[in-house]
């Protein structure tokens, strides 16, 4: 049976992407549960010192951007997020890495019009759609608590 | 228990976006935008904050946590200062996060040099 490079390529399309797209879920899975589980012993941490629970939990956010930072800074973050996938992405470390990345790289096209402007090329977007979807829901629990 | 429960939630949140990444051709800024008007959607219809109560860091890590957050305190900035609320809630709840990822962005730009890919 010859095989054109065609249908080759399907067969190999129907065949790869299982396995893989498996790989990738577990290794998103267990990432970012790791980060979520590192975020509870910190915020139970922070509480046991004494914190309230916004305290704490905000802390918890600021320690895990700070680590991401680190991370990001030495190269390690990138390595992870190889197998890490959504698990890196998806918690607030991946938003650090978004924030700290393009700052890192473009630091070299000067402070302001290099760093200033492009730190906030994925976390920009983050933050103009959900500060609207935040005012849409605010307008919208406003008037119904009027009604 | 309760971190196996923070576990297995984000865990399972990391999973949903591995499933976009692979599934779609959404960027990671689209996704991540995605998460967040997401976590405002799911708290303001009420479901986010039982998640958060059951899961803890599980669903605050996970940035559908931020737009929980940004839900929650656009409500409660309403219910303290009315109409004016609106406008301040949800970025005055977010400020903590967002600042931190400024300066240590920028504290990372100062003494790490980016790698070769």
Do not use: W
């Not at chain 1, 197998?83 to 992405?89: A, I, N, P, R, V």
């Not at chain 1, 607030?92 to 473009?106: D, H, K, L, R």
């Not at chain 2, 958060?52 to 996970?62: I, K, L, R």
Request: charged letters at 15%; hydrophobic letters at 50%.
């Amino acid at each position: 049976m010859s095989v054109s490079p065609k249908e080759y390529k399907k067969m190999e399309e129907k065949a790869a992407p299982k396995t893989k797209s498996l790989r990738n879920l577990s290794g998103a899975f267990f990432i970012g549960g790791a980060f979520c589980l590192l975020g509870q012993a910190l915020l139970e941490l922070y509480k046991n010192l004494g914190m309230g629970s916004p305290s704490a939990s905000l802390l918890t956010s600021v320690s895990l951007i700070a680590l991401s930072a680190v991370l990001t800074g030495i190269g390690v973050y990138d390595k992870i997020a190889k197998f890490g996938g959504g698990g890196t992405l998806v918690p607030i470390t991946g938003f650090a890495n978004a924030v700290v990345s393009p700052a890192m790289e473009y630091k070299s096209e000067g402070f302001v019009l290099g760093l200033g402007v492009k730190i906030f090329t994925v976390a920009g977007p983050v933050i103009v759609y959900g500060t609207l979807a935040s005012v849409v829901y605010g307008a919208i629990y406003y008037i119904m608590n009027k009604i | 228990m309760e971190y196996l429960k923070a576990f297995l939630v984000g865990g399972i949140l990391c999973a949903v976006g591995q499933i976009f990444i692979d599934r779609t051709k959404l960027t990671p800024a689209r996704i991540l935008v995605g998460f967040v008007v997401g976590g405002v959607i799911l708290s303001a219809l009420g479901i986010y904050e039982p998640l958060a109560d059951f899961a803890g860091a599980g669903a605050t890590v996970p940035l559908s946590g931020f737009g929980h957050l940004l839900a929650k305190g656009v409500r409660a900035a309403v219910n303290e200062k009315g109409l004016l609320g609106i406008f301040t809630g949800g970025i005055t709840a977010a400020s903590g996060g967002i600042t931190a990822a400024i300066v240590f962005a920028f504290i990372a730009a100062l003494f790490f040099k980016p790698k070769d890919k």
